[in-house]
């Protein structure tokens, strides 16, 4: 199943002739000898493989970072693909000098995918700030320098373009003029469009053994059957409108990446602290790239984006052979990876009411570590007080039950009630009845529900701190 796969290498377009299922990186390191890029872990966990990836968006080209160890050759199609050689300028860039006089490198392995990532930070923003700095390089990791050098570099470069007054207007053209960029990147517009007029997007097999969209997860788990299978791919992102409101409801692409969920107005504006809790899901260059339906589909008990939409009340929207259906996702899951859906429907979208005004949302997680892993039990909660009742609520709670579970009971033991201690006390109960964990390597039964429960109490000390402080001595 070899293609033509057209797209700009830091400065050339080139033509691959390759499955769309290889990965970029193969590609870079092996076809094209570009070998700053590394391989190191191809999970998506090191960030050594990470590149800059460049869509046409209207008359501009937005850049993201990504692990090119997840991305199939063909979802770089009238792409600019950058790599840290397409980052070269006639001597160091600020970036690589930072890097050199703070010392925050020894072997250089990981170096590239940092000065990557920065890249795409100050790309991305308009505003600079150390913490956001720190977070654009979350997924990329040092085992010999030791982080603390690399925090310094960084803020030794956003304190130094903070105070320069030639970051104005075309973000690109003020980043060639502090020489952070080389001078090609101002043309790559005008050659994207070329190469999009001159060679369309190929029609991929409509009858495939796989569906593309992200790709994060399944990247990992089924790569080598992927390189012998038909794929089809379901990921666009040249579209700003990702997350949109028609009357009360709010509508999010199934295609729209995590990323693009907690950088959108409408989420923020309805849930103000969304970025402090996909800071929790998984590093940036992932975040880029996982998809909100990917998330949903692939219908992990421990899904964070699923447990957020749980607590939403979301609902999804089927299609196939151009007729739609609802269901609630609530209702989706009938059992382990096992979905009310049939082989042929595609997510196309999702909703959710958008909240009322003094509605609570809160989302708890445990992992191992605290940032970029696996939760062992997450829950998140919706909650609205009218004259002191509770008049609405949605709870969900993940990696205690064979699927991603909507807390009924617990809904239904809450509403109409006043939050008071023995309400609490019984919908705790109600909800540690509804669940059925498993022992595993993210711990217990029994400790999976301490945690739950722990973790439920958390949402409602959030919501009433006095309350929990007074009255929950448990």
């Given at each position: ?84 050689e397409g980052l070269n300028c006639s001597q160091l860039s600020p970036i ?115 569906i593309v969209a992200g790709g994060t997860d399944l990247f990992v788990q ?253």
């Amino acid at each position: 199943m070899e293609l033509p796969i057209n797209f700009i290498l830091n400065q050339k377009t080139v033509e691959a002739n390759l499955h769309p299922a290889a990965t970029v990186l193969d590609y870079i390191r092996k076809h094209q000898h570009l070998t700053g890029t590394k391989e190191g872990c191809r999970e998506g966990d090191c960030g050594a493989c990470t590149i800059l990836v460049g869509s046409l968006i209207e008359d501009g080209v937005q850049y993201k970072n990504v692990n090119s160890c997840l991305m199939p050759l063909g979802q770089a199609e009238h792409k600019h693909i950058v790599t840290i050689e397409g980052l070269n300028c006639s001597q160091l860039s600020p970036i690589q000098q930072a890097f050199v006089d703070e010392g925050g490198t020894q072997c250089g392995f990981c170096t590239p995918g940092f000065i990557v990532s920065l890249t795409s930070y100050l790309l991305a923003n308009d505003n600079y700030n150390i913490d956001d700095a720190i977070d654009s390089i979350a997924g990329n990791v040092c085992r010999c320098t030791g982080h603390t050098t690399i925090k310094r570099a960084v803020k030794k470069i956003i304190d130094s373009i903070a105070s320069k007054t030639e970051l104005t207007g075309d973000k690109i053209s003020s980043l060639i003029s502090l020489e952070i960029l080389p001078t090609y990147f101002a043309e790559i517009p005008t050659r994207l469009k070329t190469i999009r007029k001159a060679k369309p997007s190929q029609e991929y097999e409509q009858k495939s053994d796989f569906i593309v969209a992200g790709g994060t997860d399944l990247f990992v788990q089924k790569e080598d059957e992927l390189r012998k299978s038909k794929i089809k791919f379901y990921f666009n992102d040249n579209s700003r409108d990702k997350v949109w409101i028609e009357g009360n409801q709010c509508f999010i692409d199934a295609k729209a990446a995590i990323s693009d969920f907690g950088n959108s107005d409408v989420i923020q504006k309805y849930l103000p602290e969304i970025k402090k809790y996909i800071r929790l899901f998984g590093s940036l260059p992932i975040r880029n790239r996982a998809t909100i339906g990917g998330n949903i589909i692939n219908a992990s008990p421990i899904g964070d984006m699923t447990c957020i939409l749980l607590a939403l009340n979301a609902a999804l929207h089927l299609e196939k052979d151009k007729s739609t259906r609802q269901v609630q996702l609530k209702d989706f899951y009938k059992g382990y990876k096992s979905l009310d859906k049939s082989i042929d429907e595609i997510l196309t979208k999702i909703s959710f009411e958008l909240p009322k005004q003094n509605t609570l949302f809160n989302f708890e997680k445990v992992s191992r570590r605290i940032h970029l892993d696996i939760a062992s039990v997450n829950t998140a909660m919706q909650l609205k007080i009218d004259n002191g009742i509770i008049t609405h609520v949605n709870i969900s709670a993940g990696g205690v039950a064979p699927i991603p579970l909507y807390l009924t009971e617990m809904r239904k033991s809450l509403l109409g009630k006043k939050i008071n201690s023995s309400t609490i006390s019984e919908a705790l109960q109600s909800a540690l009845s509804e669940v059925n964990p498993i022992t595993d390597v993210r711990g217990s039964a029994d400790y999976k529900k301490l945690l739950l429960r722990q973790l439920l109490l958390a949402h409602f000390h959030k919501f009433s701190p006095q309350l929990i402080e007074e009255e929950l001595t448990l």
